[in-house]
């Protein structure tokens, strides 16, 4: 069974704290893809990244960083010197299927709470 | 210029009633879904659309009914509205046979008393 696993229902840090997402997959797949998205309080989904399996460099992209590690399964979200405008719900996500039959599995979902 | 775009982002609606949630793209894609969020923000899918065709239907109740007039419009028409529907739901696209991101809609948020 695919599976995505967000054991963190809450986290709640202070403003320029680092805070790391945990993501945890499961899959039979030897190609797959993962994904990040963010909602803000606003309610849109906001895409952050995409990582296919074969690719396992870490990736970095302004105070965000992503560590993909396939031993683990996880696919983990830091971000760095974290900002209020950083509070929103985080999704990780697993793309499960076929070409033209594919749907995201999202995991929980982290509630992210940046106090000033 | 919204990419994909859904109306109405706000319905309430009482029990029993019939109602429809529309949903347009312009990004050009061929692939269109609805997912659900339920009120513990879970995500889950719904029904996705290749070029008008159902692809995927995850087992949800038959009152839901999309309907694809072309490859960018996917519609959710919801018989019977029981109060289990209350959520918000997202329309999103994607390109056939890529892997990248769904683009998704701002979701349209159902209320049903």
């Known amino acids: 069974a695919q599976k995505v696993t967000q054991a963190q229902t809450e986290i709640s840090v202070v403003e320029k704290e680092d805070v790391t997402l945990d993501c945890v997959y499961e899959t039979r797949d030897t190609t797959y893809y993962l994904f990040w998205y963010k909602q803000p309080p606003s309610g849109e989904l906001v895409f952050l990244i995409r990582r296919n399996s074969f690719d396992e460099q870490n990736e970095i992209s302004g105070r965000y960083s992503w560590n993909f590690q396939k031993s683990t399964s996880s696919f983990n979200f830091t971000i760095t010197a974290s900002q209020v405008v950083d509070s929103a719900v985080y999704f990780c996500?697993?793309?499960?299927?076929?070409?033209?039959?594919?749907?995201?599995?999202f995991g929980q979902g982290t509630r992210l709470t940046i106090n000033p | 210029d919204t990419a994909v775009s859904q109306t109405p982002k706000y319905l309430v609606t009482q029990m029993g009633n019939d109602k429809s949630i529309k949903c347009e793209q312009n990004l050009g894609h061929d692939t269109m879904y609805w997912y659900k969020q339920d009120s513990k923000k879970f995500l889950k899918i719904m029904f996705s659309y290749n070029n008008k065709e159902l692809i995927i239907n995850e087992t949800v109740p038959n009152r839901f009914s999309p309907k694809s007039p072309d490859k960018a419009h996917l519609n959710l028409h919801i018989n019977s509205l029981e109060l289990g529907d209350s959520a918000v739901y997202f329309c999103a696209s994607s390109q056939f046979g890529a892997t990248g991101e769904l683009f998704f809609g701002e979701g349209s948020r159902l209320t049903v008393l």
């Open positions: 996500a697993l793309l499960k299927g076929t070409q033209g039959a594919q749907k995201l599995v």
